[in-house]
């Protein structure tokens, strides 16, 4: 294997000559935005798999991969504390891998001291202790007696947490182990990384670290999947509680019939099926008002997410498909949970790249109107606009980025502008984002931007395109509250340049998830744009068709924030965005962690007049 290229920020080299010449340490870097962190490159054969397989070439990869996370933790000081745990997690699964289970036990200290939500404070490194207790004990990784230390040490330490505290994370846990094997593992090697060796010869840091994912998971995950999902399941069956549902108290129905004031919704999503919010849809020229524009910036007429032909008769199984990941994260027992477990963990190589493709096609063409459904429920006086921005579901990025892409997309923004302000829209959902890492990654994926440098100035450009005009959209309509979903991404959308979740204005608000208890979801986004937090566990709501699923997300936590905003408008419509903000703000319950601001619907209603 050709030796790693490296491309790495100057400041940090400079600081170091600095300090050799005056014999002293080197200062760390502050760093406080993502993309300040250096990216490296490292070479690669074309057939990745062997990479992963091949003892000998993984440790030639994995020694340069060692080297560069562990010189970045030395020499940058990382504001947040997500980017520091994942190059810690990094770096302990390297450890395992490497049989130096003592280093993995330091680093998994190093994690947890760094977590902040409750669950990740209790459980994190759990399995990975586990792991790294059986290697100090000398047993061999994939024998019955590791795998029986392994599960035992989980199972103890499982009963000495707070089930109310770590449940949704055993559940997901349990979901995960139920449905991974190998196809899953070498999936993304495959079908994402392969075809970017293949023509450039390189990973970037960005990319490299699957690799070391896909040989721990074949190493240890998969010998472990049976006996690891028997204890999770186990442990959920024997504290099986039901948790009360804060939302249904706190919830309000608006009653038809009171002559409240009228409240325009607009749902910037992946569009909706109008027919289901009959007589609450605005109309423009008799028929529902659209604006919509497809993936490659082009104005469009349709109304939903094209689907292919030959996949319109399937829509109902891949409906009945997305059902049946939903519940399975959330441990839900139903048919189509144990069709999905069945599929998945038993899926041929040959088939991932379909069913990954068709799941994430579903799932775009029913996000809108899911998103839509929650915004609308229980609020006759809400008017329903469909704002339709059109999300890829490909594996690989089709279209690519490019400049033109980019500037057609930032002219866009302006067009929903308009369209926002013709409807005369007081509240609008965003529950969709995008962050300058990710215009790097999709350059990386396409050929693009030469090397790291290249691509890394390249993405920052069409990134700045798109936020800074999406930023004047919204700053044209100070009027309007734009309530946005903070993110999936368990980090701080402020640290890693998401928009609009990272956006800073008046006018808008970001909102993450917790569920039907107040506790805090395993994935939700949060930083110091985060200021409400509302259910997004397992909320039911239309798809398409007019069939009802219940979906997580913190796409589905933000319209629960729109749905209160537009009652309150409707109830006193002289409120103003910021004094929304604020209303919601103040009638708030916060945890004594200060983390939550569980908005109270009733609270703030009947602050702002409403009296049933």
């Given at each position: 294997?050709?030796?790693?290229?490296?491309?790495?920020?100057?400041?940090?080299?400079?600081?170091?000559?600095v300090?050799?010449?005056?014999g002293?340490a080197p200062?760390r870097?502050?760093?406080?935005?993502?993309?300040?962190?250096?990216r490296f490159?490292?070479?690669?054969?074309?057939?990745?798999?062997?990479?992963?397989?091949?003892?000998?070439?993984?440790?030639?990869?994995?020694?340069?991969?060692?080297?560069?996370?562990?010189?970045?933790?030395?020499?940058y000081?990382?504001a947040?504390?997500?980017t520091?745990?994942?190059?810690?997690?990094?770096?302990?699964?390297?450890?395992?891998?490497?049989?130096?289970?003592?280093?993995?036990?330091?680093?998994?200290?190093?994690i947890?001291?760094?977590?902040e939500?409750?669950?990740?404070?209790?459980?994190?490194g759990?399995?990975?202790?586990?792991v790294?207790?059986?290697q100090q004990?000398?047993?061999?990784?994939g024998?019955?007696?590791?795998?029986?230390?392994?599960?035992?040490?989980?199972?103890?330490?499982?009963?000495?947490?707070?089930?109310?505290?770590?449940?949704?994370?055993?559940?997901?846990?349990?979901?995960s182990?139920?449905?991974?094997?190998?196809?899953?593992?070498m999936?993304?090697v495959?079908?994402?990384?392969?075809?970017?060796?293949?023509?450039?010869?390189t990973?970037?840091?960005?990319?490299?670290?699957?690799?070391?994912?896909?040989?721990y998971?074949l190493?240890?995950?998969?010998?472990?999947?049976?006996?690891?999902?028997?204890?999770?399941?186990?442990?959920?069956?024997?504290?099986?509680?039901?948790?009360p549902?804060?939302?249904a108290?706190?919830?309000v129905?608006?009653?038809?019939?009171?002559?409240?004031?009228?409240?325009?919704i607009v749902?910037?999503?992946?569009?909706?099926?109008?027919g289901?919010?009959?007589?609450?849809?605005?109309?423009?020229?008799?028929?529902?008002?659209?604006?919509a524009?497809?993936?490659?910036?082009?104005?469009?007429?349709?109304?939903l997410?094209?689907i292919?032909?030959?996949?319109?008769?399937?829509?109902?199984?891949?409906q009945?498909?997305?059902?049946?990941?939903?519940?399975?994260?959330?441990?839900?027992?139903?048919?189509e949970?144990?069709?999905?477990r069945?599929?998945?963990?038993?899926?041929?190589a040959?088939?991932?790249r379909?069913?990954?493709?068709?799941?994430?096609?579903?799932?775009?063409?029913?996000?809108?109107?899911?998103?839509a459904?929650?915004?609308?429920?229980?609020?006759?006086?809400?008017?329903?606009?469909?704002?339709?921005?059109?999300?890829?579901?490909?594996?690989?990025?089709?279209?690519c980025?490019?400049?033109?892409?980019?500037?057609?997309?930032?002219?866009?923004?302006?067009?929903?502008a308009?369209?926002?302000?013709?409807?005369?829209?007081?509240?609008?959902?965003?529950s969709?984002?995008?962050?300058v890492?990710a215009?790097?990654?999709?350059?990386?994926?396409?050929g693009?931007g030469g090397?790291?440098?290249?691509?890394?100035?390249?993405?920052?450009?069409?990134?700045?395109?798109?936020?800074?005009?999406l930023t004047?959209?919204?700053?044209?309509?100070?009027?309007?509250?734009?309530?946005?979903?903070a993110?999936?991404?368990?980090?701080?959308?402020?640290?890693?340049?998401?928009?609009?979740?990272?956006?800073v204005?008046?006018n808008?608000?970001?909102?993450?998830?917790?569920?039907?208890?107040?506790?805090?979801?395993?994935?939700t986004?949060?930083?110091?744009?985060?200021?409400?937090?509302?259910?997004?566990?397992q909320?039911?709501?239309w798809?398409?068709?007019?069939?009802?699923i219940a979906?997580?997300?913190?796409?589905?936590s933000?319209?629960?924030?729109?749905?209160?905003?537009?009652?309150l408008?409707?109830?006193?419509?002289?409120?103003?965005?910021?004094?929304?903000?604020?209303?919601?703000?103040?009638?708030?319950?916060r945890?004594?962690?200060?983390?939550r601001?569980?908005?109270?619907?009733a609270r703030?209603?009947?602050?702002?007049?409403?009296?049933?």
């Amino acid at each position: 294997m050709r030796p790693a290229l490296r491309r790495c920020a100057a400041g940090l080299a400079l600081a170091v000559l600095v300090a050799l010449a005056v014999g002293c340490a080197p200062a760390r870097v502050r760093v406080e935005r993502a993309d300040q962190l250096p990216r490296f490159s490292y070479a690669v054969p074309a057939d990745l798999e062997s990479v992963v397989r091949d003892r000998a070439r993984f440790a030639a990869l994995a020694q340069q991969i060692r080297r560069d996370a562990e010189g970045v933790l030395a020499g940058y000081d990382i504001a947040e504390r997500a980017t520091q745990r994942q190059l810690l997690g990094l770096l302990m699964q390297l450890d395992l891998l490497e049989g130096r289970p003592a280093d993995a036990l330091r680093r998994a200290d190093q994690i947890q001291a760094l977590q902040e939500k409750p669950a990740d404070k209790l459980l994190s490194g759990l399995a990975a202790r586990a792991v790294a207790q059986a290697q100090q004990r000398g047993l061999a990784p994939g024998s019955r007696e590791f795998a029986e230390a392994v599960t035992a040490a989980v199972a103890s330490k499982l009963e000495q947490l707070p089930y109310a505290v770590i449940r949704n994370d055993i559940e997901r846990a349990k979901s995960s182990m139920e449905t991974v094997g190998e196809t899953l593992v070498m999936g993304r090697v495959r079908e994402v990384l392969q075809p970017v060796a293949r023509q450039s010869g390189t990973l970037s840091s960005d990319l490299a670290p699957a690799l070391v994912a896909a040989r721990y998971n074949l190493d240890f995950t998969l010998p472990l999947k049976a006996p690891l999902a028997r204890t999770y399941a186990d442990y959920l069956q024997r504290h099986r509680v039901e948790r009360p549902n804060i939302w249904a108290v706190r919830d309000v129905a608006l009653p038809a019939g009171r002559g409240l004031a009228p409240v325009t919704i607009v749902v910037w999503d992946s569009g909706i099926d109008a027919g289901l919010f009959p007589g609450q849809v605005v109309q423009e020229e008799a028929k529902p008002a659209l604006v919509a524009f497809d993936r490659f910036g082009v104005r469009s007429s349709e109304p939903l997410k094209p689907i292919p032909a030959d996949l319109r008769g399937r829509l109902p199984e891949l409906q009945r498909r997305s059902k049946g990941f939903s519940d399975l994260t959330s441990n839900i027992d139903s048919p189509e949970a144990a069709e999905v477990r069945e599929l998945m963990s038993s899926l041929p190589a040959e088939r991932f790249r379909t069913v990954q493709e068709e799941s994430r096609l579903t799932s775009v063409y029913q996000h809108g109107t899911h998103v839509a459904g929650i915004a609308m429920a229980g609020n006759p006086y809400a008017r329903l606009a469909n704002a339709r921005i059109e999300f890829g579901h490909t594996l690989l990025p089709d279209p690519c980025p490019s400049r033109e892409l980019s500037q057609r997309s930032a002219a866009n923004f302006a067009a929903y502008a308009d369209f926002i302000r013709r409807t005369g829209a007081r509240v609008v959902n965003m529950s969709w984002g995008g962050n300058v890492r990710a215009y790097e990654s999709a350059l990386e994926q396409c050929g693009l931007g030469g090397d790291t440098a290249g691509r890394k100035a390249l993405a920052r450009e069409l990134y700045e395109m798109q936020r800074d005009a999406l930023t004047r959209a919204l700053t044209s309509l100070p009027d309007v509250l734009f309530v946005v979903s903070a993110g999936n991404s368990a980090n701080d959308p402020t640290f890693n340049e998401t928009y609009p979740a990272g956006v800073v204005l008046p006018n808008v608000v970001a909102v993450g998830a917790v569920d039907q208890a107040g506790d805090e979801a395993p994935f939700t986004s949060y930083g110091p744009t985060v200021k409400l937090h509302a259910n997004g566990y397992q909320v039911d709501s239309w798809v398409p068709g007019g069939r009802r699923i219940a979906i997580s997300g913190t796409s589905m936590s933000a319209p629960q924030v729109t749905n209160l905003a537009a009652k309150l408008l409707a109830v006193k419509p002289s409120l103003k965005p910021a004094e929304l903000i604020a209303l919601m703000e103040r009638t708030a319950d916060r945890t004594p962690d200060g983390r939550r601001v569980l908005v109270h619907p009733a609270r703030a209603l009947a602050e702002a007049g409403w009296r049933p």
